[in-house]
């Protein structure tokens, strides 16, 4: 796949921000309750913690996710219920909570999510949702395989558009569960 816009880094770098009526330590609380992110994520419907202790660094979530049929349709995505591993990369309570996936055998890879909490006031709080993908996973090469040069850097541009979206909706949807509580 040598010059392929597959093999340019960052492949994927975006991030989102949104003001919430909490205090820093409240918003981190939740978002680094991973097994609550069925409450906020557009394809992680929960899951569990599988070695470490919850929420620390070093510790690894396996995810349950759900993809549709209409997310970004014409690709060939996997479909359904599907699991993946992610190690902790950062937990500071009140500021900062960052996973990395890993592949199917354990290793890391260059794709990054996590959460960044400043303080807005004396009771607010901005959420910044941040996700990066350095070198293309495992499971990027393996949706691009047989695609054309045209369709991959459809691709890259429909999954952009697609990350953006779950982006803001996570945060929209954190902010509204934790401004009902």
Request: with cysteine; charged share 30%; hydrophobic share 40%.
């Amino acid at each position: 796949m040598a010059n392929t816009i597959i093999e340019k880094s960052p492949l994927f770098e975006l991030r989102a921000k949104i003001k919430i009526s909490a205090r820093p330590e409240d918003v981190y609380a939740v978002v680094s309750d991973l097994p609550r992110s069925a409450e906020w994520s557009p394809e992680c419907v929960g899951g569990e913690w599988i070695s470490g202790e919850p929420s620390q660094v070093g510790s690894v979530f396996r995810g349950e996710n759900l993809r549709s049929e209409d997310v970004v349709a014409w690709a060939p995505l996997v479909r359904g219920t599907w699991y993946t591993d992610a190690r902790i990369t950062a937990a500071e309570p009140g500021r900062t909570f960052c996973w990395m996936m890993l592949s199917h055998a354990q290793e890391d890879q260059e794709s990054v999510w996590g959460f960044d909490v400043e303080p807005d006031g004396d009771e607010g709080s901005v959420l910044v949702h941040h996700f990066r993908m350095g070198k293309a996973t495992a499971g990027i090469h393996k949706i691009v395989a047989d695609l054309s040069e045209a369709e991959r850097e459809k691709f890259v541009a429909d999954w952009t558009a697609k990350l953006e979206q779950d982006l803001d909706d996570t945060l929209a949807r954190i902010r509204n569960l934790i401004e009902k509580q």
